[in-house]
């Protein structure tokens, strides 16, 4: 996995230093965009049975503003996993946590897309 | 090595400080991460799994959350969620203001994580009185 150094120098920093940083704010700032919009759709749903929360999600108004909230969310939640691991993982274990990590987000994330199409393209 | 005045305070060190709200909302910050991403996203998917597959896998997850023992499990996971969402926001909110490079004075930094820790728990309360109101 490593690189000789000949073959590195001169070519300066790899400019993705910020990148797991920022994007970690980037969807902190949707998420509170997302996360206020469905506190405030779930409290207002008329009741909590399947036709009504089947209803509610059918509609495309908010059948897509969910799908970005779990693509925001999940992708958030995967950034500070990884902190998380980094913080309290070493060595072999912190590898094999950062790989059950992206497996875990990318099921997550696929089981709900799934759902969130079948709820907004079902009858 | 002159030899040391007791009477001298020590310099700061990991092992002596004492606890602060900053410290509060910084390990809480963490912990309710945590919490909704390994408690919350598994319930959302079985929420929207559940609506998706139909009321036969629907009236499973209503008798979990708001069926047994009189709802408990969905109050206390549902008021857990809520509150670990609230101060995960405030604070997510007072760190965006730490990234720009204010509230590190010592009195506002001390305001801003108990306006944090004020705000959670107020949101908390206040969403589930509207449930508790509207329903």
């Known amino acids: 996995m490593r690189t000789a150094i000949r073959e590195v120098r001169g070519l300066g920093a ?46 495309a108004w908010r059948a897509i503003p969910l799908f970005l909230l779990v693509a925001s969310v999940f992708y958030h939640l995967r950034l500070g996993l990884q902190v998380v691991i980094e913080d309290y993982q070493h060595n072999e274990s912190r590898v094999v946590a950062l790989v059950l990590l992206n497996f875990y987000t990318v099921a997550g994330l696929a089981i709900a897309l799934f759902s969130i199409a079948k709820i907004a393209f079902g009858a | 090595m002159a030899s040391r005045n007791p009477a001298r305070p020590l310099s700061p060190h990991l092992g002596i400080y004492r606890w602060g709200p900053h410290m509060l909302v910084s390990i809480l910050h963490r912990a309710t991460g945590v919490a909704m991403a390994v408690v919350g996203m598994p319930i959302l998917l079985w929420w929207l799994a559940a609506i998706a597959a139909g009321a036969d896998s629907y009236r499973t997850f209503h008798h979990v959350f708001a069926e047994v023992a009189g709802g408990a499990i969905g109050y206390v996971v549902g008021a857990g969620l809520t ?43 206040l ?5 508790g109101v509207a329903k």
């Open chain 1, 14 to 59: 790899a400019k993705e230093g910020t990148h797991h940083w920022w994007n970690q704010r980037l969807t902190a700032g949707s998420n509170l965009l997302l996360m206020l919009w469905f506190v405030v759709v779930v409290a207002r749903m008329p009741a909590y049975d399947h036709a009504t929360a089947h209803a509610t999600f059918h509609s």
């Open chain 2, 83 to 125: 509150l670990a969402l609230f101060l995960h926001m405030g604070n997510g909110v007072r760190h965006l203001f730490l990234d720009a490079g204010a509230l590190f004075e010592l009195r506002r930094n001390k305001l801003s994580a108990m306006a944090v820790l004020l705000f959670g728990v107020t949101a908390t309360v």
């Open chain 2, 127 to 131: 969403y589930w009185f509207y449930l």
